[in-house]
């Protein structure tokens, strides 16, 4: 068959990409799609995450995807984060500026109206127990339903060891 050796070259390459693509330092990355492309103050997206290192510190970042009909410069989102013996520390609130607050300019990464942003959130996080994790995010606007906000996420990786200590 003439197309076989084609056919082999083409999964040979995106096996290659899909190699190269693989990041060494995510320990966990997870998105949720948001029904209708709206985030409603009832929606408490929840993500479990294993951690067995505990001598090694974590970044952990909030993913947001929008569309630029989002009314607000910026979103605000709740986190609560418990481990295997219970609450790790309190509660935080955190200010994410998803457009530049005088000219409406989107920030993060987009084609057409679609932007994608990564907020580092718990730099070098110490989890004390190795075992399941468990972050619940909540939009914490004045708004009770916010649309254009399509999707949230969360990701956690290894900190670099260079990284000045918080």
């Keep these: 068959m003439p197309f076989q050796p084609l056919l082999r070259g083409a999964l040979g390459a995106l096996l290659l990409l899909a190699t190269a693509a693989c990041d060494g330092n995510r320990v966990y990355e997870t998105n949720e799609d948001l029904p209708d492309y709206a ?23 909030f993913n947001v995807r929008n569309a630029s009909m989002y009314g607000y410069y910026n979103l605000y989102v709740k986190h609560t984060l418990t481990g295997p013996n219970g ?16 000219t409406g ?17 718990l730099p070098r996080q110490r989890f004390a127990r190795p075992g399941t994790y468990r972050l619940v995010l909540e939009q914490y606007m004045r708004q009770d339903v916010l649309p254009g906000i399509m999707a949230v996420g969360v990701r956690v990786e290894k900190a670099p060891a260079g990284d000045a200590e918080k």
Excluded: C
């Excluded at 409603?40 to 294993?50: G, R």
């Excluded at 520390?89 to 607050?101: A, E, R, T, V």
């Design 39 to 61: 985030w409603s103050v009832q929606q408490k997206p929840a993500f479990q995450f294993e951690i067995q290192d505990t001598t090694q510190r974590y970044n952990v970042y």
């Design 87 to 102: 609450p790790v520390g309190k509660p935080l609130l955190h200010q994410m500026i998803l457009m530049d607050p005088k």
């Design 105 to 121: 300019e989107p920030h993060g990464n987009g084609t057409g109206d679609i932007f994608d942003h990564q907020f580092l959130a």
